[in-house]
């Protein structure tokens, strides 16, 4: 006897303690995050089991990349999560600076530590907003993409694209620090920090979002760490980890602190995005404070440049060389991590001196968070599953590549 | 389970959801963000990674351009009466990377300001040089069009506001 609702299926699947259990699919369209399906077995409205279905979006990411030279894999990878472009792509960039053995000047290094944190504010408030329209809160989701809008405009004064930057190439960024930069930061933090305080009076600190979220899809410290969870996920359960202290880009010179909460239920983790935001914040701060100055691109891609286009240089734009296309890295094997908005995202690149990557496997944040989706709403009722998923901000183009 | 792990200070209900109220009532007031898209035109900052536009005559057939595009929209083509391969543009496949501007080594590729166009068929979106050059020609005149162009600037008060500007400004 299966029961049918528009756009769900249910069936029973057995018995327990003289209960029937359903199954519930939801998804793969559901008014949230990119395509996947939820598959719950309930018990009355008791969730006692949930299989994430994952692969609606997969795209061969990792495949196509081994047919490409490595320029062409920077825009290719970018795709994976467009909302976080600079740090998706910078593990693999460096990983292939590794192997072609060239160094980023200094100002390219603050350049990129400051597009990351921009972009980490915008794929936090992406994922607050989400947060906010899964409990059906409006206003969060409207006043959150709104913001978003603001580091938008920063990371296309800085880029000159909105989403899908490819700001930073082997050897250093594309584009120096546009004029007036500095001053339209300054002012977007004054905003920021002034809408993070009505961020938690309308929500982190409402009572029908706390009555929602407190206590909900708590997740031990002991087992955040077991079961491998990542970035804000893992932070709010208590642990003190973030790929950003190994130091990458300019994050070493920077005196980066992460956020750590301790509940590790569902509006902590709202709360370790709120909170990073700030961070965020002063560190873009910092790195413009101290940006150093020279050149923005590794000489090694200057030399060949002919005279004729050297104009751009003073621009703040770069050309690159004409062997940028067919760049040959010597033959070995790179891991590079980097903290990404949804968490710590790692590259492994097997060269074997080829003008195209031999192998390249991603192992992204959202890909290791997924499996919470097994654990956190066991117990719960069917009510809690979307504050559980939006706590999480999943992010399922990520996870699939 | 929850009892032990409500140790989080406990909010006012009265005054939090005042507080809640206020916030949105306070937002109110301020002018919203939005763009009117079809009656205006963001004006893009200087740079901004646009339909890449074509000069047939300052490009030298080095093909550097087909080969670092990421989306294969641009290949090269033969043109009758040229012995050089000339590169052809297809919009529909164009990711707006940019790679192609940044390594020309002549300046035949530029930026342009505008990103979207319609077309009612597929064909004319793929173009060979030729086409190209007479599209590039069009786009440039596009980006002077009439249409009034709102600048952003970055508000403390509002988040986004936009300033009225005549026409874009820079020129590449």
Redesign the interface.
């Known amino acids: 006897m299966a029961i049918k609702l528009p756009g769900m299926y249910g069936r029973e699947v057995g018995e327990r303690e003289g209960y029937r259990i359903v199954e519930l699919f939801i998804g793969p369209q559901h008014p949230a995050s990119g395509h996947m399906r939820m598959i719950l077995y309930l018990d009355g409205d008791v969730v006692v089991k949930v299989d994430p279905d994952i692969g609606y979006v997969h795209r061969t990411i990792e495949k196509l990349s081994e047919t490409r030279e490595y320029v062409r894999v920077i825009s290719l990878i970018e795709r994976m999560t467009i909302i976080d472009a600079c740090n998706v792509t910078l593990p693999y960039i460096e990983a292939v600076e590794k192997l072609l053995d060239v160094e980023p000047p200094p100002r390219a290094k603050y350049l990129r530590t400051i597009l990351c944190e921009i972009n980490r504010i915008a794929s936090h408030l992406y994922g607050l907003g989400l947060g906010g329209i899964f409990l059906n809160h409006s206003t969060m989701y409207m006043w959150a993409f709104g913001d978003r809008e603001v580091f938008l405009h920063l990371a296309n004064m800085l880029t000159g694209a909105r989403l899908t930057h490819t700001y930073s190439v082997f050897g250093g960024v594309r584009r120096d620090l546009p004029q007036g930069f500095k001053d339209e930061f300054a002012k977007a933090k004054r905003y920021m920090l002034k809408r993070l305080k009505e961020y938690d009076k309308i929500f982190y600190n409402n009572p029908v979002i706390r009555g929602r979220l407190e206590n909900v899809g708590v997740l031990e410290k002991e087992q955040a760490i077991s079961l491998g969870a990542t970035g804000p996920n893992l932070r709010a359960s208590g642990v003190y980890y973030d790929a950003r202290l190994i130091g990458y880009a300019a994050y070493p010179d920077l005196d980066f602190r992460p956020v750590v909460g301790k509940h590790g239920d569902a509006l902590e983790r709202i709360w370790v995005r709120l909170r990073e935001i700030e961070v965020s914040l002063d560190l873009i701060e910092r790195a413009l404070k101290e940006l150093p100055e020279g050149p923005i691109i590794n000489e090694r891609f200057t030399k060949g440049i002919p005279p004729k286009v050297r104009h751009w240089f003073e621009k703040g734009f770069i050309k690159l060389p004409g062997g940028y296309v067919r760049l040959k890295t010597r033959a070995g094997e790179v891991i590079t991590r980097a903290e990404m908005g949804h968490g710590e995202i790692t590259y492994y690149l097997v060269s074997n001196g080829d003008i195209k990557p031999y192998r390249l496997r991603v192992v992204t944040p959202s890909a290791r968070n997924v499996i919470l989706f097994t654990v956190l709403p066991v117990g719960h009722t069917l009510m809690d599953f979307p504050a559980i998923y939006g706590s999480l901000d999943y992010f399922p183009p990520e996870a699939d590549r | 389970?929850?009892e032990e792990?409500?140790?989080?200070p406990r909010?006012n209900?009265i005054k939090?959801?005042i507080?809640?109220i206020?916030?949105?009532l306070?937002?109110m007031t301020k002018p919203p963000?939005t763009l009117m898209f079809p009656d205006y035109e963001e004006a893009?900052?200087?740079?901004?990674?646009g339909f890449i536009l074509y000069d047939y005559d300052t490009c030298i057939g080095?093909s550097?351009c087909a080969?670092?595009?990421?989306?294969r929209a641009i290949k090269m083509y033969r043109v009758p009466g040229d012995k050089k391969m000339r590169p052809g543009y297809n919009v529909g496949r164009c990711?707006?990377?940019?790679?192609c501007v940044?390594?020309?080594?002549?300046?035949a590729l530029s930026?342009s300001y505008v990103h979207d166009e319609v077309y009612s068929e597929v064909k004319p979106m793929n173009m060979d040089p030729i086409d190209w050059t007479l599209w590039s020609k069009r786009i440039k005149e596009k980006e002077k069009s009439a249409k009034p162009k709102l600048k952003?600037?970055?508000?403390?008060?509002v988040?986004?506001r936009y300033e009225v500007v005549k026409s874009v400004e820079g020129e590449k």
């Open positions: 389970m929850g792990k409500s140790s989080r909010i209900l939090a959801h507080d809640a206020g916030a949105a306070r937002r963000m893009w900052p200087e740079g901004y990674r080095c550097l080969q670092i595009c990421p989306a990711i707006f990377c940019g790679l940044d390594i020309c080594p002549v300046d930026y952003p600037v970055i508000d403390e008060d988040g986004l």
